[in-house]
């Protein structure tokens, strides 16, 4: 019997879940901004409205990819495409580990806010896809309006603690510097990670040169308005304390209950960690068409390369879990790692490497779109994708240099480079497999002028 390969059955909606789910913002807007606060302070807003511009500008070489490349290995083949097969595995296994990394994060993300979830209701330690993504929706909007209930009790003098509303949150102080708000965007872009996954479902959205690119503008035009307002009333409601803001296990669950009620911080607590679970499920779902697309270019229809009866590609999903089990394992026992010490850890890694990501598929775009000429595109647009490659450049070179000497931050970068190091190893050492990856993604493509090497 022959593999039926992935189905296309996808509506643009479906695509648009899965990037949300991985993006999961009810998640990362109660759990992430506390690590930006320890680099950026009181200008956590500021980091990540320059995320957010980073993201749309990123955004826009995924679009064009998009509009012009439909395959289930996103920038695996964006780049490969574009800077050659071997550029474009190291691309893919990059964003693979990317994506593992974030299902540990996440899954630690899901263990810590059901702790806080289960404390705050005093009962500790007793006992798909579209369900998520109603739980993510219904918990998204109760954080919409709690936000407002915020501002607007900032701005009319009646917030506890005499907090009032302050555009200061969008400065940084003097021992943060802007260094300190770049350094701190590493969690701003961890938010926002995901926004790019639905182009993981190429193979299987329907009309997905139209689709894809709605479901990842959309996407991420949506995450920065949402994480921009919300961090910027949560540090306000913290007074700009950025120690407070920084100690708490779950920000929005905490603000409302201090400005609404308890048990809307524990609902808003609840729907974050389900939100955390399904943004893990996310991640594998990413993960397993990247790993597929280059199991299927390595050794055909068997193995990672091959899909299910339903069109899943199940061994590719079993082994992206298995890694990410395996990472939070040898955190544990072997560096005594919590759930938020490999939440942090993953989270850093995961994301140096996602940079990186962005800049080779933001280069590819470039190369594709304005170099060759490939789209109708007004020329002068090449100004968002060179934007992107600057914020994004300098970014990379803040969590670099200085390098940090103590503490697991110095490790950091050390495995982001190992991850991508092994990448490029494995890469020459199989150049039948590279040639085979230039040959596939022609065909896949039905253009016979790609590079090779």
Not at 27 to 53: E, K, Y
Not at 187 to 216: D, H, V, Y
Not at 322 to 333: E, K, R
Not at 375 to 382: A, H
Request: aromatic share 10%.
């Amino acid at each position: 019997m022959s593999d039926p390969g992935l189905r296309r059955s996808l509506s643009v909606w479906q695509a648009v879940g899965l990037s949300v789910a991985l993006m999961a913002p009810s998640m990362a807007a109660n759990i992430n901004p506390q690590q930006t606060a320890s680099a950026a302070g009181r200008a956590v807003p500021l980091a990540f409205l320059l995320s957010a511009v980073g993201v749309l500008l990123v955004a826009y070489g995924f679009v064009r990819l998009c509009q012009y490349y439909e395959h289930s290995g996103s920038v695996y083949a964006f780049v490969g495409a574009t800077l050659g097969p071997r550029a474009g595995v190291v691309s893919g296994i990059g964003l693979l580990g990317t994506y593992t990394f974030y299902a540990v994060v996440t899954s630690s993300a899901a263990g810590t806010l059901g702790t806080a979830f289960l404390t705050q209701v005093g009962i500790w330690p007793k006992r798909g896809t579209s369900l998520l993504l109603i739980v993510e929706g219904a918990t998204i909007a109760l954080i919409l309006l709690i936000t407002a209930v915020i501002a607007v009790r900032l701005i009319s003098g009646s917030a506890p603690g005499g907090q009032h509303f302050t555009l200061s949150v969008f400065t940084y102080t003097s021992d943060a510097g802007l260094s300190g708000v770049f350094l701190g965007a590493v969690f701003g872009f961890l938010s926002f990670a995901g926004f790019e996954a639905a182009a993981t479902l190429g193979e299987e959205t329907r009309e997905p040169k139209r689709n894809i690119p709605k479901a990842i503008l959309g996407t991420a035009i949506f995450g920065g308005a949402f994480f921009v307002v919300v961090t910027a009333i949560e540090m306000m409601a913290f007074g700009s304390d950025a120690g407070a803001f920084h100690d708490s296990a779950s920000l929005l669950g905490d603000l409302s209950t201090s400005y609404v009620g308890a048990w809307v911080g524990d609902v808003i607590t609840l729907g974050a960690a389900i939100s955390a679970f399904g943004c893990c499920l996310a991640c594998v779902v990413g993960g397993s068409r990247l790993l597929f697309a280059l199991g299927r270019d390595a050794v055909g229809d068997r193995g990672i390369g091959k899909t299910s009866a339903q069109g899943a590609p199940a061994i590719a999903a079993t082994v992206v879990a298995g890694l990410a089990v395996l990472i939070v394992t040898v955190s544990a026992v072997f560096f005594g790692a919590t759930a938020s010490d490999t939440f942090a850890w993953s989270g850093s890694i995961g994301t140096l490497i996602l940079l990186v990501i962005y800049l080779l598929t933001t280069i590819g775009s470039i190369l594709l779109v304005f170099v060759r000429r490939k789209m109708d595109v007004p020329g002068w647009q090449v100004v968002f994708p060179l934007g992107a490659l600057a914020l994004l450049g300098y970014t990379v070179y803040v969590n670099v240099v200085p390098y940090p000497t103590s503490g697991p931050a110095r490790w950091f970068p050390v495995v982001a480079a190992a991850v991508l190091l092994l990448a490029v190893v494995a890469v020459f050492a199989a150049p039948a497999y590279t040639r085979r990856v230039g040959e596939r993604l022609a065909i896949s493509r039905g253009d016979t002028s790609q590079p090779t090497h």
